[in-house]
């Protein structure tokens, strides 16, 4: 892939990313102040089982027809109608695990929501394999205009449901509305592409089902201790708390999430290609680091040190009393930075199971964590929770990147505490404020922020600096 190539799948991706988390941010912030607390925590834990067998059914077998260099059309036929039968199961089983849900809370409503909200699995079987194969083949103008769409659709018919009182529904509808939006336009996308037969060759797919097992494994181990934190806090601090957290969560981590998606989306079909060829790899994985917290780092530094302001202006009164929450949420999304990349290196890599083995120990001590902390505040259970994802990030960077990538300590210090220095230098100003009523002078202390660190960066950071600024002003040539 060119250069040139590269860069306008990047700006689409990242151009996408940034009006899909705009419309994110606008729509939870938005379901905050007119959906009670307590349906919003319903509508999150409506969403566990959900959001688990998504990651389920775009990776597996779809994240092999990626990285394999070739899949013949027999193979992609019988993987087509897998899909589709996958996306049936799915939600036969989500459905019954939104029953069990509503029995465990002792909330009856959950069964029905989770029913339908299951209903995206069905419609995303349809199409997931579409997705697969338009990312092989790089066509992100495509994938970003229908990511845009879909992210439309969300916002208009959640904030509709959501104006009219539909509660929790609101946010399940416009979900739902975004999958049935972006399957039909991926079909439409993805057909000049592939046509599936009416056939089924297990013994032709046998590969790409191996391959596929293996990763399934590990999506299960991973996005399941993703979703630990929903669950202990709705059991341990009640739905009101998980309410505020879970709609925090949304707004801090969408940014990042997005960004990182977008960069990966990029990244792993590319990483595929060069996964023969290590220095290379090595170098594409630290320039999307680096890249990733020289944008990241100084919006959540930003978004820690106005916490008050922000949660008041956002959210309302009734929500100050939990921004140290919303802080240790910025400061995970932060460290979460660190994590998003190395399971699409390890994929490539073919070493997907020593990432199925650290969140199997995230796991465990996510729910010590929680489990020590169950009688303290909501801040506390926060606080552990960004602890133990700083525990994981030591283990990425002292044991599996070094043996993996050859990470040095140098390369940290470029990818992650150069950013991380160059936002607490500009920060001053705002540190020396910290704790006073906004003003004039924060304004001040935001645009300074602003202007030393672009100024740090452009010193200290060149290549990223130079990357970054071509992604936002200029057009490909």
């Known amino acids: 892939m060119s250069s040139n190539s590269l860069h306008s799948a990047t700006r689409r991706s990242f151009s996408a990313a940034l009006f899909a988390t705009a419309l994110g941010l606008g729509q939870v912030i938005l379901l905050a102040r007119l959906v009670p607390k307590s349906e919003l925590a319903l509508a999150a834990l409506s969403g566990v089982w959900v959001s688990l067998a998504a990651h389920l059914q775009e990776g597996g077998i779809n994240a092999a027809i990626v990285q394999q260099p070739q899949t013949p059309h027999r193979a992609l036929s019988t993987l087509y109608w897998f899909n589709l039968l996958q996306g049936a199961a799915l939600w036969g089983i989500v459905a019954l695990g939104g029953w069990g849900f509503a029995h465990f809370y002792g909330e009856s409503r959950l069964a029905l929501l989770t029913a339908v909200y299951a209903a995206t699995l069905f419609a995303g079987g349809f199409s997931v394999q579409y997705k697969a194969l338009l990312l092989k083949n790089f066509r992100f103008h495509s994938l970003s205009r229908i990511e845009i769409s879909g992210a439309t659709v969300a916002f208009i018919a959640s904030a509709g449901f959501a104006w009219t009182g539909w509660g929790a529904w609101a946010l399940i509808l416009g979900y739902l509305m975004r999958q049935l939006t972006e399957s039909f336009l991926l079909i439409v996308a993805g057909i000049p592409l592939f046509q599936p037969l009416a056939q089924w060759h297990s013994k032709e797919a046998a590969p790409w089902f191996k391959s596929g097992f293996s990763h399934i494994g590990e999506r299960l181990t991973t996005h399941f201790v993703g979703q630990l934190d929903t669950l202990l806090i709705g059991k341990f601090w009640g739905v009101e708390a998980l309410g505020v957290y879970d709609t925090f969560r949304r707004i801090v981590f969408r940014p990042a999430v997005l960004v990182a998606g977008a960069a990966e989306q990029v990244a792993f ?97 996510t729910i010590i964590a929680l489990t020590v902390v169950a009688g303290q505040s909501l801040v506390f259970a926060a606080g552990a929770l960004a602890a133990v994802q700083g525990l994981l990030c030591g283990v990425v960077f002292i044991i599996i990147l070094p043996e993996q990538l050859g990470f040095t300590a140098r390369d940290f210090q470029k990818t992650v505490f150069r950013p991380a220095l160059l936002c607490g230098g500009a920060a001053i100003p705002l540190l020396v404020m910290y704790g006073q009523p906004f003003g004039a002078l924060h304004l001040a202390g935001i645009f300074l922020f602003l202007t030393l660190y672009v100024a740090f960066f452009r010193r200290w950071n060149r290549g990223i600096y130079a990357w970054i600024m071509e992604l936002l002003i200029k057009k490909p040539c």
């Open 269 to 365: 079909p590319l990483w595929s290609k060069l996964q023969s060829k290590p220095l290379y790899l090595r170098k594409a994985y630290l320039g999307v680091l680096n890249g990733l917290n020289s944008l990241i780092f100084p919006a959540y530094t930003l978004a820690i040190l106005l916490a008050e302001t922000v949660v008041q202006f956002v959210f309302g009164n009734t929500w100050t009393a939990y921004t140290p929450v919303f802080q240790w949420l910025c400061l995970s999304a932060m460290v979460a930075t660190q994590l998003n990349p190395v399971d699409s290196l390890l994929l490539v890599k073919g070493k997907i199971h020593l990432w199925q083995r650290a969140g199997m120990a995230l796991g465990l001590a």
